[in-house]
């Protein structure tokens, strides 16, 4: 039995929690039912392959600028708690539930198919990493109830399929709002706050705020259209003020190590050297989200064509459930507001919970990471900027924000011995599916998994209810707003109709040019 648990778990840990590959077999396949070609099959799966790493680079450069910033908030603010990061509570628990985990992903993975095979929810989860991540927790809700290794991988696994085919589809009026068609939808456990940030959209701009991407810029600020160069330009503007509020209540010595690594090697050695380091932090977000950009235009366009191969033969009318990042580029401007405003957001939650919540309830603090802020803030910047303009984008960031801190402090209660870690699960639907299925299994090993049995049900139900009276009708979540056409941008994506034009700085000669939009 051992050889098998090897099997799955490097199957697992090697091959579907790396989305990258993931990625890459899904578009082979794809490819093959077109009777492509060998050569197009091969440089199809390695460009779509390479288009996730390059979203992978960018979100390592994100997580190295935003790491010195950290540091500088929570020096600044004082304040410590836990700190939701999905990545290491996934390693905590792998030393104890690896076996399990690797099961229990295989199974949903295997469920979400043929969900999406034999119901009107025909979504394809190919987040990988998030699949990790949501099996991980609930094997960790499962095993700590105490039920039995084989009822916590066949529970896990059905709950697991349910929600990867579910949730896509319950998002898709929103994500069709932003891109224009069914083409992609939005694979990622961030959908609670993609939701609530469009129906908030839709409540404070309404057809009378105009989009984020239409911004009335005097000419000589003409400059701040190209994304890169916002996004660099606010960062670094971030970085100072941050930089100069830590610097003046934790003295030099503090604040000059704010840069440095593990090691102790990297810090600052003068006040000029110190501020020069933040302004080079903040252009090199400004790099990330370009990379990010590029390999999402890049992904596009080798992935939707090979699923319409597997839409042909294996599922019929199948459609990619993708990270976060794939609607950036359909509202660059949105990203950057969403992201401020999400971490804003989080900041007044703390507040809430230091002085009211945790006194009075015993919650924990939940210190707002920057990483969560930026990728589910700005995809819910560009869901809220989809149904309601730069009010919406303002205000649906910060309402994802709030709900990146409340859900984490009450998910710690349910995670046994693991909620008294200094980190938990962080995205809002890890918050929302855990809290339910952990009190569930509060109830008994018998009574819990009926219950649990039961949400998944009526998450099922849910979703196939909004498939056929919402996504399948076309309805629209923001009517009084002007239709989504698709601009040069997306190659990068899609602007609200009406949107003015600008021209584009062109690109270094030699630079690799990003492939057509899909259509």
């Known amino acids: 039995m051992n050889w098998l ?77 836990v700190v939701p990061t999905n990545e290491a509570i996934v390693g905590i628990a792998q030393d104890q539930f690896g076996a ?114 239409d911004l009335k810029l005097p000419e000589s600020l003409r400059f701040l259209r190209d994304s890169m160069v916002a996004t660099a330009l606010s960062m670094v503007l971030m970085y100072l003020a941050v930089s100069l509020i830590y610097l003046g209540k934790a003295g030099e010595e503090t604040a000059f190590q704010a840069f440095a690594d593990d090691t102790g090697a990297g810090a600052a050695s003068s006040i000029g050297n110190y501020l020069m380091m933040g302004v080079t932090q903040g252009l090199g977000f400004g790099v990330a989200v370009a990379v990010i950009l590029f390999g999402v235009r890049t992904i596009l366009g080798e992935l939707v064509p090979a699923f319409q191969g597997i839409a042909n033969r294996m599922v019929p009318g199948a459609v990619p459930a993708l990270d976060a990042p794939i609607v950036f580029p359909y509202a660059q401007n949105a990203v950057l507001i969403g992201f401020i405003s999400s971490f804003v957001a989080g900041l007044v939650g703390l507040a809430v919970l230091s002085f009211w919540l945790g006194p009075a309830f015993g919650w924990v603090l939940v210190l707002p990471g920057l990483v969560p802020h930026f990728f589910t803030g700005g995809a819910a910047g560009v869901y809220g900027n989809a149904t309601g303009g730069r009010r919406g984008a303002v205000a649906g960031g910060f309402v994802n924000g709030l709900l990146l801190t409340f859900l984490p402090a009450l998910l ?57 009276k919402l996504v399948d009708t076309g309805w629209d979540p923001s009517p009084g707003r002007a239709a989504v056409a698709g601009s040069e941008g997306s190659a990068a994506g899609a602007a609200v109709t009406g949107a003015r034009s600008y021209p584009k700085i062109a690109p270094p000669e030699g630079a690799p040019a990003p492939p057509p939009p899909p259509r």
């Open 5 to 81: 648990v090897g099997i799955a778990e490097f199957f697992v840990n090697e091959i579907l929690s790396v989305p990258a590959y993931l990625i890459g077999i899904i578009t082979a396949v794809g490819l093959i039912a077109l009777r492509k070609s060998t050569g197009e099959v091969i440089g199809g799966a390695l460009k779509a392959t390479l288009g996730f790493l390059l979203i992978g680079a960018g979100a390592t450069l994100v997580v190295a600028s935003l790491q010195p910033l950290g540091v500088m908030i929570q020096g600044a603010t004082g304040s410590q708690g």
């Open 100 to 213: 399990q985990v690797a099961w229990l992903m295989i199974l949903g993975f295997a469920i979400s198919l043929l969900l999406a095979r034999f119901t009107p929810l025909h979504y394809v989860f190919l987040t990988g990493h998030h699949t990790l991540f949501m099996a991980t927790l609930l094997t960790i809700v499962l095993a700590t109830a105490g039920l039995p290794s084989v009822t916590v991988v066949a529970v896990g696994g059905i709950l697991l399929g349910v929600v990867m085919a579910s949730l896509p589809a319950i998002s898709q009026p929103w994500t069709r709002r932003i891109t224009g068609d069914d083409s992609i939808a939005i694979g990622h456990f961030g959908t609670l706050g993609y939701i609530a940030s469009g129906i908030t959209g839709r409540l404070v701009g309404g057809a009378k705020s105009r989009s984020t991407e």
């Open 412 to 468: 710690v209660r349910v995670l046994g011995s693991f909620g008294e870690e200094n980190t938990t699960f962080g995205d809002t639907d890890f918050g929302w599916y855990g809290i339910l299925l952990g009190n569930a299994a509060k109830l008994g090993s018998v009574w819990g998994v009926v219950v649990m049995l039961m949400i998944a049900g009526a998450l099922l139900g849910l979703a196939i209810a909004v498939q056929r």
